[in-house]
């Protein structure tokens, strides 16, 4: 029940007090006959609560009825692969908020018709993963964008993540454009396209949010402190390889050590060569868990066609001096978390990809999850044996079940991780019969398609689409 205002307390009040002035006047009781003064004053308070009766009603009446949960809130949905559209949603609606609005965020995949309804304003973050496709968590919404609902009353703005590199740029956010401009939607204002995390299309954002929360100052995000980490540790695991060193890298948190799941990706920012130079960032899947009390991350150095080191992985395996600090962040990357359950697990990688699947298998370990199958794809046994003794403490444990090593250059013939896949398809449907997740890390050229090929052959599109939208179908792919 409602608690009564202050305005209805003073009624009452008011109310109490012209009651006895009014009978203090006409008691039965033999008191003296009351004077013109008295009378008048009675009168004077008897008005007074007349009046301040209607001032309450007239005051009740104006208001607008408060809005039911969800109807009148912006609404902001979101479309992430790992994690970077999911963070700019969660800024966008933290910075509404602030500045008074009243704010919900959802991710796309979650938007049903009731909800297309209910809001009639709605500000979409969407990135473009794959070949101009959309990510795992939005795959729900794909079949409603087949259909038509007419939203004549929405109006919309869209931010568009990609990167001019890829052929099709930023095409999941225009595709979900120009589907809310068939239905009839009203743009807010033009979609603003953000090539890899661009500063200035950022603030083009920032000052749309502001025009939307009634010509607030929204404050830059983009440009908050980071976290500084100490490099503690650095090691190549693969030295005598055919392919470019890899190495495990270990960092200690400067201050506090913050918290962060199986999955999660480190931001790292790099130092700037000169003043001018813009500020780079670069992302990387974590290996390591908070209980380690360390973040390590297994990076390999890239080079160019000119044997010119890569700008990131050249600072973090080559320049760097053990004790550097740098900037770093974690960002949570919901869609390569655990599932909240024991079920059987399957982790399929190749190269780098095992840093991600290790912190998952740290996770599981520590929680007695034992039901894992490794499939991991390398080049040679000889030199290529990432985080070798670990795996194998884990297959003594008994927290791999069963590991598939996939050593490419090892026989004449090019063996690789959707092979190994493929010759244990059998395994692979009773695993998947009981209820097991698919944890796919590493290569997006050439691991991820030819794995997924496999996983669409031997289990059929309607069951792969089952499992991608049910969370058992996880990617995290670079
Ligand atoms: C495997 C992969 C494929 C991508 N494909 C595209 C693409 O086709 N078009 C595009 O504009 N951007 C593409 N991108 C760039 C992403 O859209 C960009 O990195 C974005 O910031 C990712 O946001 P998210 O973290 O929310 O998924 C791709 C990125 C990755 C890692």
């Known amino acids: 029940m409602k608690k009564p ?73 979101y479309a992430s692969q790992t994690g970077h559209a999911e963070q700019l949603a969660q800024h966008s609606a933290d910075a509404l908020r602030a500045a008074g609005q009243s704010v919900e965020l959802l991710p796309l995949g979650a938007l049903d018709a009731a909800r297309l309804r209910r809001h009639d304003r709605m500000l979409f973050v969407i990135s473009t993963t794959g070949e101009g496709d959309a990510p795992d968590n939005a795959f729900r919404f794909l079949a409603r964008m087949t259909e038509q609902h007419p939203l004549p009353t929405l109006r919309y703005g869209v ?76 090691r190549q695991l693969n030295p005598g390889s055919v392919g470019g060193p890899v190495h495990h890298l270990a960092f200690e948190p400067v201050s506090a050590l913050p918290a962060w799941q199986a999955g999660d990706i480190a931001e790292v920012r790099l130092p700037q060569r000169d003043a001018a130079e813009p500020v780079q960032q670069r992302d990387y899947s974590i290996a390591s868990l908070p209980t380690d009390g360390r973040l390590e991350l297994l990076v390999r150095e890239q080079r160019d066609a000119e044997g010119r080191l890569g700008r990131g992985s050249g600072w973090l395996c080559v320049q760097a001096v053990i004790g550097e600090e740098i900037a770093m962040q974690v960002r949570s990357n919901r869609s390569f978390h655990l599932p909240d359950d024991n079920r059987p697990l399957i982790l399929i990688g190749n190269g780098t990809g095992l840093a991600g699947l290790r912190a998952l298998l740290k996770a599981r370990a520590a929680a007695g999850q034992h039901r894992n199958w490794l499939l991991y794809g390398e080049r040679n046994a000889a030199h290529d044996q990432v985080y070798g003794g670990e795996l194998a403490d884990w297959q003594q444990a008994g927290v791999l079940t069963r590991v598939d090593f996939a050593w490419s250059r090892d026989q004449p013939e090019r063996i690789y991780v959707q092979q190994r896949l493929q010759q244990a398809a059998d395994l692979l449907r009773s695993w998947v019969a009981e209820g097991a997740a698919i944890y796919v890390c590493g290569g997006a050229q050439d691991m991820a398609p030819a794995v997924e090929q496999v996983l669409l052959a031997e289990l059929g599109a309607e069951t792969l689409q089952t499992l991608r939208e049910t969370g058992r179908y996880r990617r995290d792919v670079y």
Request: hydrophobic letters at 50%; one cysteine or more; aromatic letters at 10%.
């Open 5 to 77: 205002g202050l305005g209805t307390l003073g009624l009452l009040m008011i109310g109490l007090l012209s009651v006895w002035s009014f009978f203090g006047q006409h008691a039965p009781i033999a008191w003296p006959q009351p004077s013109e003064q008295a009378l008048l004053s009675a009168a004077v308070t008897v008005l007074v609560y007349v009046l301040a009766c209607t001032a309450l009603l007239w005051r009740r009446r104006a208001k607008p009825a408060a809005p039911a949960a969800g109807e009148g809130a912006l609404l902001v949905v």
């Open 159 to 234: 931010l568009a993540l990609g990167d001019r590199r890829y052929q099709h740029y930023c095409g999941f956010g225009h595709a979900v454009a120009s589907w809310l401009r068939q239905q009839g939607a009203q743009a807010l204002f033009e979609t603003i396209e953000v090539n890899d995390g661009d500063a200035a299309a950022l603030k083009q954002w920032q000052q749309q949010l502001g025009q939307l929360a009634g010509n607030a100052v929204i404050g830059s995000w983009a440009q908050a402190e980071f976290p500084r980490w100490r490099l503690v540790e650095r």
